[in-house]
């Protein structure tokens, strides 16, 4: 994962809550972030449309909050808890719409993958998301974000506030199931 380093990141904060260039700053944050951020939402919630909503959302969240970011946290951590809390909250709002469970909607997002024009997988990659789509919504979280986006423990520890052991414990449990539903299906 592409990140600034610590002075860039300062400098582009600063920029960006200093309302002097805000403008340049957040093209320039948008460009950095929106393709990572995109295909972490679009891992949540599947499809193109939805996770274009998502990430406008995020956006505006993020600079209407910026002046509020004290740097507790990296800028891309920061990002990214925004991205998932939206993708959760979009997700439960769905799920709630259709009055079913969550794991309910991960399925029916899955089997929805065909008829999404975006989606260029083939019927083993069809598979490989329905057996991630039948792990409780932590596990996807997790596995999503350590198999398809390659995020350090560390990092995803500051993102979802969640112990690295707790993490590491998820993602072998996660890839476990996931094994076993590919063998048994």
């Known amino acids: 994962m592409l990140k600034l380093d ?9 920029a960006l809550q200093s309302g002097k260039d805000s403008n340049a700053a957040f093209s320039k944050l948008i460009n950095l972030y929106k393709q990572r951020l995109y295909w ?10 939805d996770t274009d909503d998502i ?5 505006i969240k993020v600079h209407r909050n910026i002046k ?3 740097g507790d946290s990296k800028l ?28 309910e909607l991960s399925i029916k997002l899955v089997q929805n993958l065909k008829a999404d024009i975006y989606y260029e997988g083939d019927e083993m990659q069809l598979k490989f998301q329905k057996a991630i ?6 596990q996807q979280q997790v596995f999503n ?14 993102i979802l506030d969640t112990s690295e052991g707790a ?18 299906n």
């Open 6 to 14: 610590t002075k860039e990141e300062k400098e582009l904060v600063i």
């Open 145 to 158: 974000m350590k198999y398809f986006q390659e995020m350090k423990y560390k990092d995803m520890s500051e």
């Open 76 to 103: 891309y951590s920061w990002l990214y808890r925004i991205a998932t809390n939206e993708s959760i909250t979009f997700l439960n709002q769905k799920a709630k719409k259709f009055n079913i469970s969550y794991e």
């Open 68 to 70: 509020n970011f004290k």
């Open 133 to 138: 789509a039948s792990l409780p919504q932590k």
């Open 40 to 49: 972490h939402i679009r891992n949540m919630v599947k499809n193109h449309e």
């Open 167 to 184: 993490l590491k414990a998820s993602y072998h449990i996660a890839t476990k199931k996931i094994e076993d539903f590919l063998k048994n």
């Open 55 to 59: 990430l406008q959302n995020v956006f």
